[in-house]
């Protein structure tokens, strides 16, 4: 009786490898979530700065899954199962909040495709990116287009504007009836922050009364809502905080230290740094991209602290006026090194073990 | 003319300091490497069985430090030609079928009921492995055995055959996940005949 | 570091704990790297209290219950056994005894499947029960306190105890460390989810885990007792806590996390100390012993019973009466599942442990063995199949659960890539495999599969690497042998030369008429000598086969007998090796549509069968003809012995040519049927020159 083989009672999905339970947790689960805490980011572009935030965003997600399908498709995988990752949608909205809100269709179609196609499936797909996609793209329309890229809408709200949302999809879309962006743009504060030659601080925001408060009225905003979303995130446990706070402290330390007060050579005050141009989008949700980025916790500090210092470097001494997007590209070149050096010491180790595995 | 002459003293100076650092260096920090040849037959899989056209792992490993074909070992396998790419610093390339097929662990066994005692297979073991003396019943040494083939050959009466090594409960290991049903492989020649 | 000391009043929020967990003792407790909280499913299987199922008709028992070297037999198929009786024996130092479970008679000793993660079969005995229950002669210890240590850890290793939650380590060894063990720490902790067998072992026998853990502080040593018990199981602690009052036994309460259960974690969690890579407890003085097996040590000891049952959980959603039973070893994990009203229908996997280290097997005839706490019958929806893995992104979520510090997303990569020196550079080999990465990761990544495949094959590889070594290191000595043996042969032939001249020279010195003479003498006497030999040989060989007493069916072959059966095998052989040929030349010429050479060889082979069926012929014949004579004829013998001795080179050439076919057969060109050809004339002469030698010897 003992002998019987009871194979038949149990089915076919034969022997499987602990452990038996798995958790809940799902690269959907997790991107999605990610996606979700953009929201207050964008509502608050979008209120500053007006529908062209949104519709960038929608176009840059969709020209982003059509290239994941696409690439996908080539290489003759499931597309479903790739789509259902939303890993290309993040890469999607992530540029669309980073392009400028009128930023033309084609330039958005660019910088996308470029992230998607260049950035992300020819080194392998998902998982398999040195950089981060998004801001590959972001970096070759701002090199190849610098005059769309620095163009930014004074932050006077949807009201001050003027301008509908039909206005704004014109403006984006220009089928027949072109607006002409140029009428009303105007440069980010960082932007004339690096210009000023002449004026003190005080002066200069007195020269620019849209700029008024701590770095620039819509620009704080923005800022405190990526921020408000990131520490949301770090609690949902999507990813830790040393990576971000790395970034920002180094920020504040740099700009602390090259901080000459009032003056017309001023880099601007730390709390202008920490909250203008992309420094919480940067912080929280470009180099918090796992993939790209170092590995264990101490490497992840060590990488915020990197991106940090070049954003200030970028931001008081560069060529342009927001380095967000270059400095992460500098140290995802550095992240591996970073990962040689920052092993966690293993349970029951003296140290960790550093660099490269030793040939005997 | 004068500036020319200090420049040269300059130079020389140098070329002397620097000189002596290096060769203080060359001296001091010397590494103890392995002599080529002792590396790449320690990469071989000493099975001796030739199959390289040499007659032994070290030879075919001389053969290699000199410039010869680095995948002309079968029983090694891939495994061992990608280790010794490493170690050369070369590409590997696929084994050289003109020297055999890399197949499992194999193990001489002697039928013993039709040996008749020749003593010819003792000969040809390139390990000591098989055990027997003229006359008497030879038997293999299994866990010496590496499975060279080189005993099959000269039995006259062809009770020499070569048996896999079987997987036992204490040698067993999980073997790597299949990648997924080429859902989330890297390229398309990872599908492995799949599609999706 | 986690320095980070918490004390258990702010740690325990369990809402079942009650104020009687806080009342606990003011011990410092660390915190554990990384972990997770998988659901507990520990309520199933506590509600009712062991109990023992019937004693099942056949009881399968491994050989290989324990870490180390399987045991050894003592009993023979047919022997009758007593309940308790040990039926194999310790085979080595890292090995354990086995005992009949009950009383009956051993049917076999056979392969058949075991619990193991391969799904393989080993060697068990069967047991066959009685239904008596008849016990052996037990020997109590009424005082332990009498006896050395050294002789209780004989009495340990006698009743064949081997660590009881998991691992399934020799207990006897780890009671004697060799080095000065400061503190025991029993693990009640049974972090996994589904296990309660300590949980209710714990309840029902706080007395005996108590009285074990002093029996193993007296033989180790050891000043200091801790009992680590998490803070989910509220009535094993009430338990516990009343059987150990008054005694020098901290029980210590922690909270729930996996893989808190784990030794190295356990000792973190209860002292702050990590276990040394690549070292064991016992050199930070302190040994970690399972509850379960404290019981087993106080039954061996103060009762004399050897390790026979154990306390296994029986759990699942298939299971109607989920609870823990009292099972014998080798107990067949369908008659539990039984006892336990198995819905058949709804079994989905049958996991054996629990769900996190635990292995699925895919049959349910497989006995439980000393190390088996769990079995989980689980239905689809409680254990789905694991969703397609998706790539790795790096997320860190499992480093951040990894109790060992390790980087599971790099040990992942590299694992991939295979670069066994990166995956020993990043620890590989500290990973305990608990899982806790493969349950937080999000995209369903098979991890701890990669970490298990990838130390196999590193194992693997470094076994190869040794036994590659040794090879080395005898090729090395056969050479040397052989150069030796020449140079020896050499010296032996210069010194005859030598000793040869000189006596030649002596000779033609002495005299010069008669030196052909001289010449020809040492080839006469080299001849005469052979001669002396054979007959000598000869001489010796028929005294043999005098001196054997011939019955009827096994008398010894006579010599010429055994010439036809070496010539009979050889062309035996021969035939063989021509049909593999042809079967190749068959599947090739399959191939190229070719099927000239294939006739070659299938005439070949009628040759070749001709020739068998004449050798056969001829040694049948030749049987015959012993049996009328039983003694042939000496003068007859020396002749053919020449004849054979020729047949046999004969069938050597033959031999050869086969070989070179079966060789041109393989490249198989259509352009070698010349080649073919011509051996095939070779094989006919071959065969011919046979049929006229045996035609000779009949």
């Given at each position: 009786m003992a002998l019987i083989n009871s194979r038949s009672s149990i089915s076919q999905r034969g022997r499987e490898t602990s452990p038996h339970a798995l958790g809940q947790n799902s690269t959907q689960r997790v991107m999605s979530l990610v996606i979700m805490a953009t929201i207050p980011g964008l509502m608050a572009q979008t209120v500053f700065f007006g529908w062209g935030a949104l519709i960038n965003v929608a176009w840059c997600s969709l020209v982003a899954m059509g290239c994941e399908a696409a690439v996908v498709s080539l290489r003759q995988r499931s597309v479903s199962f790739y789509l259902s990752d939303c890993s290309a949608l993040l890469t999607g909205v992530l540029l669309g909040l980073a392009l400028p809100p009128f930023a033309p269709w084609w330039l958005s179609l660019v910088a996308v495709s470029f992230g998607m196609v260049i950035g992300k499936h020819l080194y392998g797909g998902l998982g398999q990116n040195p950089f981060n996609p998004a801001m590959l793209g972001y970096v070759v329309v701002l090199i190849s287009f610098p005059q769309e890229m620095t163009t930014w809408l004074p932050p006077l709200g949807l009201e001050g504007h003027n301008n509908s949302l039909s206005d704004a999809l014109f403006t984006i879309f220009p089928l027949g009836q072109a607006v002409s962006v140029d009428a009303i743009s105007m440069a980010t504060p960082l932007d004339v922050l690096r210009e000023n030659k002449s004026l003190t601080i005080n002066e200069l925001w007195e020269a620019n009364p849209v700029f008024d408060g701590m770095a620039g009225r819509g620009w704080m905003w923005v800022n405190l809502a990526y921020l408000a979303s990131g520490v949301f995130l770090i609690w949902r446990k999507v990813f830790t905080w040393h990576g971000p706070a790395g970034m920002l402290a180094a920020i504040a330390i740099m700009a602390t230290l090259f901080?000459?007060?009032?003056?017309?050579d001023s880099q601007g005050s730390p709390l202008f740094h920490l909250l203008s141009g992309a420094t919480m989008l940067g912080a929280f949700f470009i180099i918090t991209d796992p993939v790209s980025g170092a590995t264990s916790n101490r490497g992840r500090l060590i990488f915020g602290a990197g991106v940090g210092v070049m954003v200030y470097v970028i931001r008081a001494w560069g060529g342009y006026p927001d380095g967000v997007a270059f400095a992460t590209l500098l140290m995802n070149m550095a992240a591996p090194t970073i990962d040689y050096y920052t092993q966690p010491r293993t349970y029951g180790h003296h140290k960790a073990n550093k660099g490269l595995p030793k040939k005997d | 003319m004068d500036i020319v002459l200090y420049a040269i003293g300059a130079l020389l100076a140098l070329a002397l300091i620097f000189g002596a650092i290096l060769g203080f260096a060359a001296i001091r920090f010397k590494v103890e490497g392995n002599p080529i040849v002792d590396q790449i037959n320690e990469i071989l899989p000493q099975t001796q069985c030739g199959q390289c056209g040499y007659p032994g792992c070290r030879p075919y490993a001389e053969a290699i430090a000199n410039g010869d074909a680095i995948n002309k070992c079968p029983p090694g396998g891939q495994a061992t030609i990608n280790t010794l790419a490493d170690l050369l610093d070369m590409e590997p390339e696929p084994l050289d079928a003109e020297h055999g097929q890399e197949s499992v662990t194999k193990v001489a066994f002697i039928r013993e009921a039709e040996c008749i005692g020749c003593t010819k297979c003792i000969q040809a073991c390139p390990v000591d492995a098989i055990l027997g003396a003229a006359k008497q019943m030879h038997t293999v040494i299994s866990d010496e055995c590496t499975g060279c083939d080189l005993c099959v050959e000269p039995c006259p009466v062809d009770c020499i055959e070569m048996r896999p090594v079987d997987i036992t409960v204490r040698t067993w290991s999980w073997a790597l996940p299949q990648p997924n049903h080429g859902k989330a492989g890297l390229i398309a020649t990872d599908l492995r005949g799949q599609t999706v | 570091m986690n320095a980070i000391a918490k004390s258990p009043h702010q740690d325990i929020q369990s809402p079942v704990a009650g104020s009687q967990v806080i009342a606990s003792s003011e011990r410092k407790i660390w915190p554990l790297t990384g972990g997770v909280h998988p659901e507990e499913n520990k309520h199933q299987s506590t509600s009712c209290p062991v109990s023992v199922p019937p004693l099942p008709e056949t009881l399968v028992l491994p050989l290989s219950q324990h870490a180390g070297l399987p045991a050894d037999p003592l009993i023979r198929v047919g022997d009758k056994v007593l309940k308790g009786q040990m039926i194999a024996k310790a085979s080595g130092f890292v090995s354990a005894a086995l005992h009949a479970p009950t009383s009956g008679t051993i049917t076999a000793i056979e392969n058949r499947p075991i619990p193991h993660a391969s799904g393989f079969y080993d060697l068990c005995i069967i047991l066959a029960a009685d239904g008596q229950e008849q016990w052996c002669q037990l020997a109590p210890v009424t005082d332990y306190r009498q006896l050395s240590p050294a002789e209780l850890v004989e009495k340990v290793r006698d009743a064949g105890i081997s660590g009881m939650g998991g691992a399934g380590f020799p207990t006897a060894i780890k009671l004697a460390p060799g080095t000065a063990i400061n503190t025991l720490i029993l693990n009640g902790t049974e972090c996994e989810p589904y296990i309660t067998a300590d949980d209710m072992l714990m309840r029902e026998k706080a007395d005996a885990v108590i009285e074990g853990a002093e029996i193993l502080q007296y033989m180790l040593g050891a000043q200091e007792c801790l009992i680590g018990i998490e803070d989910n199981k509220p009535e094993a602690i009430a338990a516990m806590r009343r059987a150990a009052a008054?005694?020098?036994?901290d029980i210590v309460v922690f909270p729930a996390i996996y893989p808190s259960g784990g030794e190295k974690q356990l000792i973190q969690i209860l002292t702050a100390q990590e276990v040394p890579s690549g070292k064991l407890p016992a050199d930070l003085g302190m040994v970690v012993q399972n509850v379960g097996t404290a019981v087993a040590v106080k039954e061996a000891i103060v009762d004399g019973k050897p390790l026979i049952s154990r306390i296994t959980t029986l759990t699942g959603?298939?299971?109607t009466a989920p609870q823990n039973v009292e099972a014998l070893i080798g107990t067949l994990a369908q008659d539990l599942l039984q006892y336990a009203a198995l819905k058949a229908s709804e079994l989905s996997t049958l996991v054996f442990g629990?769900?996190?280290m635990g292995f699925s097997v895919d049959r349910m005839d497989i006995p439980v063995i000393k190390t088996s706490n769990c079995l989980i019958a689980a239905t689809e929806d409680e254990f789905p199949a694991a969703p397609d893995a998706q790539a790795c992104i790096r997320c860190g979520h499992c480093a951040e659960a990894c109790p060992s510090s390790l980087l599971p997303q790099q040990l992942y990569w590299h694992a991939r890539a295979e670069n066994h020196e990166q995956l020993m550079h990043h620890n590989l080999f500290d990973c305990i495999e608990c899982g806790a990465c493969s349950f937080v990761c999000p995209s369903s990544i098979p991890l701890v599969q990669y970490y298990r495949a990838s130390k196999g094959a590193i194992r693997t590889q470094e076994a190869k690497h040794a036994k590659s070594e040794r090879s080395k290191q005898r090729y090395e000595d056969r050479l040397a042998r052989l150069a030796q043996e020449k140079a020896e042969k050499e010296a032996k032939r210069k010194a005859n030369a030598e000793r040869a001249a000189k006596l030649k020279a002596a000779k033609t010195a002495e005299k010069t008429g008669s030196d052909a003479k001289a010449e020809e003498d040492p080839i006469q006497a080299a001849i005469a000598r052979a001669k002396a030999r054979k007959a000598a040989a000869a001489g010796a060989s028929e005294s043999t086969s005098a001196g054997q007493a011939p019955s009827a069916s096994d008398r010894p072959l006579s010599a010429k007998q055994k010439e036809l059966k070496v010539q009979l095998s050889m062309a035996k052989a021969q035939a063989k090796k021509t049909e593999r040929a042809l079967a190749a030349a068959e599947a090739s010429a399959e191939l190229k549509g070719d099927r000239g050479d294939i006739e070659q060889l299938k005439s070949n082979l009628a040759m070749l069968h001709e020739q068998v069926s004449k050798l056969q012929q001829a040694f049948d014949e030749k049987a015959q003809d012993s049996a009328s004579k039983n003694n042939p004829e000496k003068p007859a013998k020396a002749p053919l012995s020449d004849e054979a001795k020729k047949l046999k080179i004969e069938s050597a050439m033959a031999n050869a040519a086969v070989k070179k076919l079966q060789r041109a057969i393989a490249s198989a060109g259509e352009d070698e049927l010349d080649t073919l050809k011509q051996q095939l004339v070779t094989a006919e002469q071959k065969a011919a020159e046979m049929k006229q030698a045996l035609e000779g010897l009949s």
């Open positions: 901080w000459s007060g009032n003056g017309s | - | 008054g005694k020098n036994i959603d298939a299971l629990g769900p996190m």
